[in-house]
């Protein structure tokens, strides 16, 4: 794992090494392989390590002089060999790190460097001469890159907290459209942070800054058009050595290995395929599966845990999310008002288990919903007169409920996808009055109590249902945000998140799937259950869906209820502009009294609300 800054001057005697130093002591844990610097007369880089593979010790910063150009990143690849053939570097070229080749695919690319790397990066260039600052972040969005626009000059960094320090009063920074989306669960854009002046770029996009503007532009946007059609058996194995591949490449490590079990399809498959690449290389380091259960609650998943862990070699390490959550305020993130709670909302056991087995990489299976879930194709077997098979369906689901929405949702596919998805919008999206706890600066952005249309499913550059809605799926703000807080949940303590399913391969391979091969027959996953089943125990043959894990959030948030009543009736209320503080304080109560039967939001609200204003006591110091 890395974090790494570039500060940079426009102009001559810009403090640009100072700046460097502050972005990198911001970070609140000290990197455990050191830090290394390289300077050029305008700009300063500097990178953290935590080692996970040999060659990871010469990852540093450097100024080609030659060039003209400084260059620091966090950079995983996965397609090294492909890599270095491009390059015309010899094949057993072992020992440059990730961060190098990718630092010689930008002086040979340019900014055309980020579609010839495959893997988890974002990276920064300075270039003296022309003073301009060119950054890029992988096509997922798996390592985080944000920037600040100086008065002076640029800083990159990749940690939110990083920025904070070159901001001299975080509190009136705060950025009122963020905390209004995070509270009212509609992230609209992964630009945002919750501070005006510190900027994300975007996954697969590339950022130029210079003197006169900062823009960013997108240099992925894979083919939205169905590839060309093999027949469904061919297509499944190669989703299914696809998935080994990316499964594979995130198992590189010199250190043990913590991957989620959850339970559920998207997790356990990465398990699976991760328990046969363990058997025929038995003398990789030590990988132990982390399960949050909850006995006896409607979405505990212990049944498929056990399924797992049976057919697997690999040590098992379970606890009970909701029995072992402390009743404690549990403090929260300075970057954003979020608790520190982990999987379920209860203990971060996982990373706890990281620390003591000497892990620095956890697995998880994240955005596996987004690949495999087949939204919108059913709108294609209309446009393509497929009538017979939508009636099919039908009859499969009919007894299951909104069956009329379905079925005005499916008629939608007599259009191309964008104005689908905006009638859709205007169809569905019900006009609700705003929460009663918004307080005015809130109340004042969502007066009509209407949702805004998702962008990602109404500016789409393909004229199919299903690959539009595979992709605004994959790309939706709120997704994005869900991303970055997971990696930053493990760069807390130095351990390196890794996603499979965030791999590009797959998902082109997963976008090239022909629509009429994608036929839901009553499951819209179903092309994930026929690839990726074979790897599973029997117990996932009937399973169809997962239950939500609503009750368990519901469960954890209300252990802790009683440590938040200090936020609530004691000292300033910060929040005011954002939350009601008397209806605030009367949510609580209810909960406090009613305990289960209290509405089940409320608890996970007041949670939130705490975590508001401790986050902004925070702040104001």
């Known amino acids: 794992m890395f974090i790494f800054a570039i500060a940079a001057g426009f102009r001559d005697g810009v403090p640009s090494g100072r700046r460097a130093a502050a972005l990198m002591e911001a970070f609140p844990l000290a990197p455990a392989d050191g830090i290394s610097a390289a300077t050029s007369a305008l700009a300063a880089a500097m990178v953290g390590r935590w080692n996970v593979v040999a060659r990871d010790r010469s990852a540093v910063p450097s100024w080609d002089a030659a060039a003209g150009v400084l260059f620091a990143g966090d950079v995983r690849l996965h397609n090294r060999a492909e890599l270095l053939s491009e390059l015309g570097r010899p094949a057993g070229d072992r020992d440059l790190s ?183 290389e038995p003398t990789r380091p030590a990988l132990v599966t982390a399960s949050a259960a909850a006995p006896g609650m409607g979405g505990d998943d212990s049944r498929y845990m056990d399924a797992v862990a049976r057919s697997v070699s690999f040590e098992s390490v379970r606890w009970n999310t909701v029995e072992e959550t402390s009743p404690d305020f549990p403090g929260v993130y300075r970057s954003r008002p979020a608790l520190r709670t982990g999987l379920g909302g209860g203990p971060e056991r996982d990373l706890e288990l990281a620390r003591d087995r000497n892990a620095r990489v956890l697995i998880i299976g994240l955005l596996g919903d987004a690949v495999w879930h087949a939204t919108g194709v059913l709108r294609d077997f209309v446009r393509h007169g497929r009538w017979g098979a939508v009636a099919r369906n039908f009859l499969i689901t009919g007894r299951q409920g909104g069956a009329l929405r379905r079925l005005v949702d499916t008629a939608l596919g007599i259009l191309p996808p964008a104005p689908a998805a905006r009638v859709a919008h205007a169809l569905f999206q019900r006009r609700t009055p705003p929460p009663e706890w918004l307080g005015p600066a809130l109340r004042e952005r969502r007066p009509s109590g209407r949702r805004s249309p998702d962008r990602t499913k109404t500016e789409v550059q393909s004229s199919f249902h299903l690959q539009s809605s595979v992709w605004a799926m994959l790309m939706n703000p709120a997704s994005i945000f869900v991303t970055d807080a997971m990696v930053e949940y493990g760069r807390n303590v130095g351990v390196e998140v890794r996603i499979p399913y965030a791999d590009a391969r797959l998902i082109e391979a997963v976008l090239a799937i022909p629509w009429w091969q994608r036929e839901p027959r009553g499951h819209h996953r179903r092309t994930g259950r026929d690839a990726l089943g074979p790897l599973l125990p029997r117990e996932f043959d009937k399973r169809v869906g997962q239950q939500a894990a609503t009750d368990i959030w519901n469960a954890t948030a209300l252990r802790r209820t009683a440590s938040l009543a200090p936020f609530f009736d004691a000292g300033p209320w910060l929040s005011g502009p954002y939350v009601d503080r008397g209806i605030a304080r009367a949510m609580l109560r209810d909960v406090l009294m009613q305990g289960p039967r209290a509405a089940p939001e409320n608890a996970i609200l007041v949670g939130e609300f705490a975590a508001l204003e401790a986050w902004l006591r925070e702040l104001f110091g």
């Open 98 to 280: 990730d961060l190098e080749l990718a630092r010689l695919a930008y002086l040979k690319w340019n900014d055309e460097a980020p579609l010839h790397l495959i893997g988890d990066f974002a990276f920064a260039a300075w270039n003296e001469r022309t003073r301009t600052l060119f950054a890029a972040r992988d096509h997922m969005g798996v390592r985080p890159l944000y920037y600040s626009v100086l008065e002076d000059g640029v800083a990159v960094a990749s940690d939110v907290r990083q920025l904070l320090a070159l901001v001299e009063r975080p509190l009136d920074e705060i950025d009122q459209r963020e905390i209004g989306d995070w509270l009212t669960l509609e992230i609209h854009d992964p630009r945002r942070t919750f501070f005006r002046s510190i900027h994300s770029v975007a996954p697969g996009h590339r950022l130029v800054c210079n003197a006169r503007a900062c823009a960013e532009t997108r240099y992925w946007f894979p083919s939205l058009e169905p590839g060309q059609p093999a027949s469904y058996e061919e297509t499944c194995e190669n989703l299914r050595a696809t998935f080994r591949r990316a499964v594979g490449d995130r198992l590189e490590s010199d250190y043990p290995i913590v991957a989620h079990s959850s339970g559920g399809f998207d997790s356990s498959t990465i398990v699976m395929a991760a328990n046969e690449i363990y058997r025929s």
